[in-house]
């Protein structure tokens, strides 16, 4: 389940009737180039023979937000700047105040990195996750900062601290050492005083007793994410996706499952694009990756263009080079 941005399944943005499908992680896990080794995508392949590409998105794997969710902002008519991205407040409704979100996290810190782990192998159900809430909205009261629970993994925070703030999304952050993702220390300073007293709050605390009672980690720390200001509450649009099938397996690192999964995504909701460019249908497929971000869409066709369509398909891109 997607954290930071309001990502779906294929099955679930197949039926919105969205103007444009934008794939995350269609490159593959980071540092890992053999991922692409024997995949074949022959729905993909024909699709984008019949579609003209085009760059939306360029930046790096250092950016605060990753491409996709970049891409999504654009399309949702949102400030899409890395890191100041307001999907809190689109979330909240609220264009009042300044926003964040807040996940409950498990930090692994040793003397080289302080590593986030995935809250999903740290699991909290909603009764722990209120009274997590309860025990520690105090400490973020005395700093103007209001807690509003939404999920388990996830919470709604109001105040000034997180005015202008650019922080890392969720996505950045797992299974990665969190400190080139950390807001700038001096706008920051709130957060990361927060962060170390709650640190200390918890690590005593029988909260986390009652979790190592049952084999969990503790719950040691908390991410900040989805900051920014919205002016305005943007009109209802749906015509714009993201899908989040490629996500979990491109994160985690796992090779086999991501390539699993993009097969599946090509034999489902790829096939159907196709199917719609085959009828003359409008069709905008947006590729993301950890740097880039590059659209395809439909573009009226010449002569050679259909000759050459019916004598040959070209060549899969190179995604993961141009991702």
């Known amino acids: 389940m997607s954290l930071t941005a309001p ?112 809250p999903a192998g740290a699991p909290l ?42 922080t890392a999304s969720m996505d950045r952050a797992l299974g990665r050492d969190v400190r080139p993702w950390m807001p700038d220390p001096i706008q920051g300073a709130i957060i990361q005083r927060l962060q170390t007293e709650l640190q200390m709050l918890l690590y005593t605390h029988v909260f986390n007793d009652r979790r190592a009672e049952r084999g969990l980690p503790p719950i040691n720390s908390f991410w900040v994410h989805g900051t920014g200001d919205l002016a305005s509450l943007p009109a209802a649009n749906s015509r714009t996706v993201c899908v989040d099938d490629l996500r979990h397996t491109a994160l985690q690192g796992n090779v086999q499952g991501w390539q699993k999964a993009w097969q599946s995504l090509d034999s489902s909701l790829i096939a159907e694009l196709q199917q719609r460019a085959a009828r003359g249908e409008p069709v905008k497929l947006t590729l993301c990756g950890e740097r880039n971000a590059v659209q395809w869409q439909s573009q009226p066709r010449g002569l050679m263009d259909k000759i050459k369509g019916v004598f040959g398909t070209k060549r899969l891109p190179d995604l993961r080079e141009m991702l």
Not at 75 to 98: C, E, N, R, V
């Open 7 to 118: 990502l779906l399944p294929a099955a679930q943005a197949l039926g919105t009737g969205a103007s444009e499908i934008i794939v995350a992680y269609a490159s593959g896990p980071a540092d890992i180039p053999q991922a692409w080794d024997g995949l074949q995508l022959p729905h993909l392949q024909a699709l984008l023979a019949t579609l003209t590409p085009a760059s939306l998105v360029q930046g790096d794997e250092m950016d605060f937000s990753p491409p996709h969710e970049r891409a999504l902002a654009r399309g949702m008519q949102l400030p899409d700047t890395p890191g100041l991205i307001p999907w809190a407040a689109l979330a909240a409704g609220d264009s009042s105040q300044a926003c964040a979100f807040i996940t409950p996290c498990h930090w692994h810190i040793t003397p080289d990195q302080v590593h986030q782990t995935d």
């Open 125 to 166: 159900d909603e009764d722990e996750s209120r009274q997590l809430l309860a025990l520690i909205a105090p400490w973020f009261s005395d700093d103007g900062i209001t807690l509003e629970y939404r999920r388990a993994d996830l919470w709604l925070a109001r105040g000034a601290a997180f005015k202008g703030l650019a």
